[in-house]
């Protein structure tokens, strides 16, 4: 069974700095990978995806990258500001979900002005 | 563009009571699907529908139901609630099916009491 795991749990770091939340998965043979951005009690806004057959993509100061062969993905936020603050959650696809998305339990970002 | 709504935005019910959740898929998607998120963690999958038929289920007791009518609409359906039901529950949107960029909406936040 996919196992999704993000780490760290929890975040804070000053404003203006760059910063890297990590995804691992278990099984390798995902589909796609998608971000999502989640507010206090929000829905989930979507943030990035990124198709089996790509390495990275790409949305004003996020980047997404993929690895596969190591079951990893990072999305990197350049210079960050205090509306970044949320949770961050990651999914795949994989052979054995079907068409459930599999979450881990997101990363908790505060950026202090 | 309306995006993907939920409604209602909160509900209040007893242990025993049944509830009827509704969701409609952003513009020109097909492909509906729900998750339950309980505070802190990821959301876990329940079903999907698309074309009307449920597609895949997720592990969920049949107390969970759901319906997709002609318009691409769902609703979400949970008989003799528990406790344990308390929740935001999540609809998500895509086009034509399997593992296609998923639009969220804001959820509907379920207590049992």
Redesign the interface.
Known sequence: KQEVTQIPAALSVPEGENLVLNCSFTDSAIYNLQWFRQDPGKGLTSLLLIQSSQREQTSGRLNASLDKSSGRSTLYIAASQPGDSATYLCAVWDSNSGYALNFGKGTSLLVTP | DAG?T?SPTHLIKTRGQQVTLRCSPKSGHDTV?W?QQAL??????IF?YYEEEE??R?NFPDRFSGHQFPNYSSELNVNALLLGDSA?Y?C?SSSQ???N???????T?LTVL
Request: glycine residues 22%.
């Open positions: 993907v939920q699907s998750y802190g963690q990821g959301p876990q999958f999907q597609r895949q997720g935001l999540l998500a099916g399997a593992w960029e998923q639009f969220f909406g804001p959820g936040r």
